[in-house]
């Protein structure tokens, strides 16, 4: 995909490798960026500002705040963005994030939250924007995983950890199992045929993220974004997992069609407050 004179959605742009990302993608010279994040756009204008100059005067810097912890401001947040972009995006990039909590919590829709934020979340977005991908012309989502989710399992009669046993890494773990399931489900049943879906293990990278639940470091986050940007780029890959930039098999879980099927069945019945009734 050439990223030039694009249209660009990359959520969680406000710091670690979204940050990173972000700056690339600008100098990448898109028509149109847009960037989210969790805080108000007051908290983050020198980052949009650097946005902005590094895209230059062809290219069209938009910050949106939505909290993933709110389902609704997911679906708030799809909606701004197809009002923005009527005639389509290119490229959504799904990056934001969380590391699981020390401590089993809740979203105020009452999903565990590692679970809403990584995947629940970006799973409402990329479905509310299937129409708008590639529509014209060829698309490309790219959902952000890990390495870890090769340690997890999907027992989906306590996805959202109630039973004893939580951690932090497992919950993370599981909800990127999650996201490659789904990432494989939906590759293969793409939106339209010039639309690829592709997961991408970025490396293990220094960040808040990796140092709350691990308390290790690693490569700087531009390391992870220029792998981000070697994947954003690819064309023909449509269900490909991306260690780094190398293609990978993942977790035979998320290449089970019954898992995936009955992963599918459980989203959608979480995500049925905000999706509309024919999504799936």
Not at 206 to 221: E, I, K, Q, R, Y
Not at 271 to 277: E, F, H, N, S, T
């Amino acid at each position: 995909m050439r990223l030039t004179g694009s249209t660009i959605v990359l959520t969680g742009a406000t710091s670690g490798i979204g940050r990173a990302t972000a700056l690339e993608l600008a100098a990448a010279g898109p028509r149109r960026l847009m960037v989210h994040g969790p805080q108000p756009a007051a908290e983050v204008a020198d980052l949009v500002s650097e946005l902005s100059a590094v895209a230059g005067p062809d290219g069209d810097v938009v910050y949106l705040r939505a909290d993933y912890g709110v389902l609704g401001e997911v679906a708030e947040l799809a909606a701004a963005v197809r009002a923005a972009y009527p005639d389509g995006v290119d490229l959504l990039i799904n990056n934001a994030a969380r590391p699981g909590p020390p401590s089993r919590q809740l979203t105020a829709d009452g999903h565990e939250a590692t679970l809403q934020t990584n995947y629940l979340a970006p799973v409402a977005l990329t479905t509310l924007l299937l129409d708008v991908v590639g529509a014209g012309r060829a698309g490309r989502i790219v959902n952000v995983a890990s390495a870890t989710h090769y340690s997890a399992t999907l027992a989906l009669d306590d996805l959202e950890l109630a039973g004893p046993g939580y951690s932090p890494a497992s919950a993370y773990a599981r909800s990127k199992l999650a996201l490659v399931t789904w990432t494989c489900r939906l590759a293969g049943r793409r939106p339209r045929p010039t639309v690829d879906v592709v997961s991408v293990h970025p490396g293990v990278i220094a960040t808040g993220l990796l140092h709350a639940m691990f308390s290790v470091g690693g490569d700087s986050p531009e390391h992870a974004a220029g792998n981000l940007l070697a994947v954003a780029q690819r064309d023909d890959d449509n269900g490909t997992y991306y260690d780094e930039r190398r293609p990978a098999t993942p977790n035979s879980i998320a290449l089970d069609s019954v898992a995936q099927e009955l992963l599918e069945e459980f989203t959608q019945r979480m995500l049925a407050p905000v999706l509309p009734a024919a999504t799936g």
